[in-house]
C-alpha cells in the first residue's frame, strides 16, 4: 500500500475529531495569553531573560501540545478502533509513521504560529528590554519554540502507543512537566538539563549558562521524542491488536 | 474465487488456548454460520485471518493470501468485529470517510453503504448518539465499504430490532447469491439457522462440525412426522404393521417417531385412511447443536470462559 492514502486517512482522523483541532487551538491560546501576561510583568531580575519571558505561555501551554499527542493516538485504543484501523492498514509500520506524521505536522505548524504571536504580544508588553533582541535571536527562538512542541506533542503520541492509553500517559507526563520537571529543574542544575522538556526550552532563551546550547538541548528532546516513538513503533508492530 | 483457508491454527494467550488446531475452509456463494459459545474462540479466529493476533502456530489466509499481504485489503475482505469501533464524536460519515481514504475508496461508495444500511438519514450525527443496533448497521456499512468478495462479521444481530434481524437476513442471504464468502459468527440458533446454509461450530477452540447445515441437522435429530386422523385404530394398525411407533398426544395428535414424511405418507394413503394433519416434523438447529455439545463430554464437563 502506498503512503499517501494511509497518511491522509490519518490526517482525516485528526481533522474529524472535535478535540484534536481542540487541543491545538488551547495551545495557541493558552500559550499567547499567558506570554501576554508574562510581557507585563516588568521584571528586574538580573536574571530576566526578555525571551523567555515573551515564551513563557509555552509552560502552561505545552499541556495541550502533550494532550493533542497523546489523544490523537489514544483514540485507537477505545473499542477495538485500533483492530478496525489495521484491517484497513495491515502494514503496522506504515500506519504507525502516517499517524506520526499526521500529528507531527499540525503540531508543528501550530507550534510556529503561536510561538511567533506569543512573542509579538509579549513584546507589546516588554516595551524596551525586547527591543534590544536581535532579528536573529528571535527567529531561532519562535522556529526552536515550533520544533520543541511538535517534539513534545509526538513524545506523548510515542509514550501512548507504548502504554496502549492517554490517561496512562497524561497522568505520567502533566504531573512530570508541572511538578518534578519544575521542583528538581531549579535544584538539580545539570542533571534537568538533559529532562525531555528542560533540554529542548533552552533554545528559547536568550543567554543561558548550561552543559547543553540551544540546539543541542533540541537535540536532546529529540533523542527522548525518538525514543518514545520507538517504543510506540514496537508496541503497535509486536503486540496483539 | 476466494474461499477463507484456516490451516492448523492454533493460538495461546499464556496457558490458554483459544484456538486449538483449527483447521476449515470457508466457501464462496453461500453464508457458513460459525457456531460455539461464547469463548469457544470465534472471535479470535476472526482476528486471526485478518492478521491481527499472531497465530502461535498454523496459518489463516483469504484467497490463498495472508491478510497482511492484500494490497487496500478493505477491498477483499470486508469484516464487523465490534460494533464500539468507531469513535463516539465522529459522524458516522466522517468513520466511513477515514476508512474508505486509506484504501483510495471513493467517497461516492461511502453514500452507498450508508444508504444501503439504512443510515443515510443520521450519517451526519455523532455516532454516540446512536443506539447499539444503529452501531451495528455502522459496522456493517464499514465491512461493505470496498465492495469485498469476502464478509465477515461478528455477531451482527446484536442489539438490532426486530426489523435490522429481518434486514440482515436478507443482506446475507443476497451477499451469499452474489458470489461472496460470509461468515457470520452467532452464538444464536434460531438465527442462524435463518441464514445459514453451512455451518462451522468450534468448542472450547476446536472445530466440533464443518458440515452443510440441513446435514447437520438430520444426522443429530431424529425425523419426526405428526398426524392427526379421525381413524386412530386404522393408523396404528397400519404403522405397526410396518414397523412403526407411533405415540399419541393429548390433543388427538400423532406422533411417528424416526420416520419420513414421505414414506409415511404413502403408507396412509395406500390404507385409504383419511387424513386431517400431515406434516415433518423438522428437527431444529437449536435440538441438533445440543445434541453434539452433550456427545463432547469434555466440552459440556467444564465452565465457558466468557
Given at each position: 500500500m502506498a503512503f499517501a492514502p494511509v497518511l491522509h486517512s490519518e490526517w482525516l482522523k485528526i481533522r474529524t475529531l472535535r478535540s484534536l483541532p481542540g487541543a491545538l487551538l488551547a495551545l495557541f491560546a493558552v500559550t499567547t495569553s499567558f506570554s501576554a501576561l508574562a510581557g507585563t510583568d516588568g521584571s528586574s531580575d538580573p536574571e530576566f531573560d526578555p525571551l523567555f519571558t515573551a515564551l513563557s505561555g509555552v509552560l502552561p501551554g505545552q499541556i495541550a501540545a502533550i494532550s493533542f499527542g497523546a489523544m490523537a493516538v489514544s483514540s485507537e485504543y477505545h473499542g477495538g478502533a485500533l483492530r478496525q484501523t489495521l484491517a484497513a492498514v495491515p502494514q503496522r509500520g506504515r500506519w504507525f509513521a502516517a499517524k506520526v506524521t499526521a500529528i507531527a505536522v499540525p503540531a508543528l505548524l501550530v507550534g510556529l504560529i503561536t510561538a511567533v504571536t506569543a512573542l509579538v504580544v509579549a513584546r507589546a508588553g516588554l516595551g524596551s528590554v525586547a527591543r534590544e533582541l536581535t532579528v536573529a535571536e528571535q527567529v531561532h527562538a519562535v522556529l526552536g519554540c515550533g520544533i520543541y512542541l511538535m517534539l513534545i506533542a509526538l513524545f506523548a503520541a510515542g509514550l501512548t502507543a507504548l502504554l496502549r492509553s492517554g490517561v496512562a500517559t497524561l497522568s505520567l507526563l502533566i504531573p512530570f512537566i508541572l511538578v518534578v520537571s519544575f521542583v528538581i529543574g531549579d535544584a538539580a542544575g545539570t542533571v534537568a538539563d538533559f529532562l525531555p522538556d528542560k533540554a529542548g526550552q533552552i533554545?528559547?532563551?536568550?543567554t543561558y549558562d548550561g552543559t547543553l546550547g540551544p540546539w543541542s538541548g533540541l537535540a536532546v528532546t529529540a533523542l527522548w521524542t525518538a525514543a518514545a516513538l520507538l517504543a510506540g513503533a514496537w508496541s503497535v508492530r509486536r503486540r496483539d491488536a | 474465487m476466494t474461499s477463507i483457508d484456516v490451516q492448523d491454527l492454533t493460538k495461546e494467550y499464556g496457558a490458554r488456548?483459544?484456538?486449538?488446531?483449527l483447521t476449515f475452509r470457508v466457501e464462496p456463494g453461500r453464508v457458513t454460520g460459525f457456531l460455539g459459545p461464547n469463548g469457544a474462540g470465534k472471535s479470535t479466529t476472526m482476528r486471526l485471518v485478518l492478521g491481527l493476533d499472531r497465530p502461535t502456530s498454523g496459518t489463516a489466509a483469504v484467497g490463498g493470501r495472508a491478510?497482511?499481504?492484500?494490497?487496500?485489503p478493505l477491498r477483499h475482505v470486508g469484516a464487523l468485529l465490534?460494533?464500539?469501533?468507531?469513535?463516539?464524536?465522529?459522524?458516522a460519515r466522517d468513520h466511513l470517510c477515514v476508512l474508505a481514504a486509506s484504501n483510495r475508496i471513493p467517497n461516492r461508495r461511502v453514500d452507498e453503504v450508508l444508504e444501503e444500511t439504512g443510515l443515510a438519514s443520521v450519517?451526519?450525527?455523532?455516532?454516540?448518539?446512536?443506539?447499539l443496533g444503529m452501531r451495528q448497521r455502522l459496522g456493517i456499512a464499514a465491512a461493505l465499504l470496498g465492495d469485498p468478495e469476502v464478509v465477515m462479521l461478528d455477531e451482527?444481530?446484536?442489539?438490532?430490532d426486530p426489523e435490522g434481524i429481518i434486514w440482515i437476513r436478507g443482506l446475507l442471504r443476497r451477499l451469499a447469491g452474489e458470489g461472496r464468502t460470509v461468515l457470520v459468527s452467532s452464538h444464536l440458533m434460531n438465527e442462524t439457522a435463518s441464514f445459514a446454509d453451512h455451518l462451522v461450530v468450534l468448542g472450547r477452540g476446536r472445530l466440533l462440525a464443518d458440515t452443510p447445515m440441513r446435514e447437520f441437522i438430520h444426522a443429530r435429530v431424529e425425523p419426526r412426522v405428526r398426524i392427526r386422523t379421525p381413524d386412530a385404530t386404522a393408523l396404528k394398525t397400519v404403522l405397526a404393521r410396518h414397523g412403526h411407533d407411533a405415540v399419541q398426544h393429548e390433543d388427538g395428535h400423532w406422533t411417528v417417531h424416526h420416520a419420513r414424511v414421505d414414506d409415511i405418507g404413502r403408507l396412509i394413503s395406500q390404507a385409504g385412511i383419511p387424513v386431517l394433519e400431515l406434516a415433518a416434523e423438522e428437527g431444529t438447529l437449536e435440538q441438533a447443536y445440543l445434541d453434539l455439545t452433550s456427545t463432547e463430554a469434555e466440552f459440556t464437563a467444564q465452565p465457558q470462559e466468557a
Open positions: 533554545v528559547m532563551y536568550q | 488456548r483459544a484456538v486449538d488446531q491478510y497482511a499481504t492484500l494490497h487496500e465490534d460494533a464500539r469501533a468507531a469513535h463516539g464524536s465522529r459522524t450519517a451526519r450525527r455523532r455516532v454516540k448518539t446512536y443506539s451482527p444481530s446484536n442489539g438490532l
